[in-house]
């Protein structure tokens, strides 16, 4: 059968009130076991997501477990938490002791060491949760390790510092790049061949904005509206104002006016990354724009915040009914062709990247 599609192809099928349960459940039984339940949690919240959202004509299925997040997450602590523990207090060690070169050799060493972790991590819970995702019985993965894909996270990360950070905008697309061509679903492989140009200009912002800002106050201080800036020799009282005065600024700067800069980036970034990635004959698109990442952002915060933390439980529910509208398929799917993946399946879930606290999508 061939399946021409168009941009109804995803769907969620659900709404918040019956998701309400199952977030309310997850939360008493985390809290009962003191934490130990959010692996199955998360399992249960991920099935429910999944068996609810519709591509072309079948919903996906969910078939990884809490145990497997749980020992995925052991494992990292084992691994990598403890020798890094060693080696702090090796360092504060050598510092103690007047070997100061030794102990920035040890600093070098744990900070290439955490990148190479980092990129190990997102790129392995990429693959995790392609294995564990399954459409008409075909699950997807990747026969990589991720073991180079950490190199290459640190490579470029370091790269796309220089120049005072203008490169970061293609450290991101082209380690977008790298992890999707080296995942499948099927027989079919993924290829991104995402441009870091259409999103460098939202990027630029991030250094024009600085400038505004420091003639902003600037010229509040010669029109006397920051007294403590506007005098040569500023009283107490004035000084006192014009803190409080940089300090309402620096909060908008770096809380504001930097954060709905983030979201008009992130809405370009993924409109052209999603854009550029294709699967077989299918072809897809992102159409999410800044107001829509501010809604939804903001609104989680305004959920959280209302809710005294309570409504945390329902942010991954947004997130994912937020993408799942906004994606959109497009070409054919010749479905009686599609054979089981080959790819080998990971036997632990997301442990590092839980442990660093970071996005694999």
């Not at 977030?23 to 199955?40: D, K, Q, R």
Request: include cysteine.
């Amino acid at each position: 059968m061939t399946t021409q599609q168009d941009d109804s192809a995803f769907e969620f099928t659900s709404d918040w009130k019956s998701f309400a349960p199952i977030a309310f459940t997850n939360l008493l039984l985390c809290i009962v076991t003191l934490g130990l339940y959010t692996f199955w949690a998360r399992t249960r919240e991920r099935r429910y997501l999944w068996s609810n959202t519709r591509f072309i004509d079948d919903r996906l299925e969910w078939t990884g477990t809490g145990l497997e997040l749980m020992i995925g997450y052991g494992l990292a602590i084992l691994l990598f938490g403890g020798p890094v523990a060693v080696l702090q207090f090796g360092l504060q060690a050598l510092l103690l002791r007047g070997h100061g070169g030794a102990a920035a050799l040890i600093g070098i060493f744990l900070y290439f060491a955490l990148l190479y972790m980092v990129g190990v991590a997102i790129f392995r819970a990429l693959r995790y949760r392609l294995s564990r995702t399954y459409w008409h019985g075909i699950r997807g993965g990747s026969d990589s390790q991720g073991l180079a894909y950490g190199f290459s996270y640190i490579w470029r990360t370091l790269l796309g510092s220089f120049a005072l950070g203008l490169l970061i905008p293609w450290a991101m697309v082209s380690l977008w790049n790298k992890r999707w061509n080296e995942m499948s679903f099927g027989p079919m492989r993924f290829d991104s061949d995402a441009r870091a140009g259409p999103v460098f200009a939202r990027f630029l912002l991030f250094y024009l904005t600085p400038i505004f800002m420091t003639i902003l106050v600037v010229m509040l201080a010669i029109g006397g509206m920051i007294p403590a800036l506007g005098q040569l020799q500023p009283t107490p009282q004035q000084m006192q104002q014009g803190v409080i005065v940089f300090a309402v600024l620096a909060y908008l700067l770096f809380f504001v006016v930097f954060g709905l800069i983030a979201l008009a980036f992130y809405a370009a970034y993924f409109r052209e990354v999603i854009s550029k990635l294709t699967l077989g004959d299918l072809s897809f698109e992102f159409t999410a724009t800044s107001w829509d990442w501010f809604k939804l952002v903001f609104g989680s915060l305004l959920l959280v915040v209302f809710t005294a933390g309570i409504g945390q439980i329902f942010v991954g529910y947004r997130s994912w009914t937020f993408f799942i509208r906004h994606m959109r398929a497009y070409g054919e799917v010749r479905i009686d062709t599609l054979t089981q993946s080959t790819t080998r399946e990971p036997g632990q879930g997301e442990g590092l990247l839980d442990a660093f606290d970071v996005g694999a999508f």
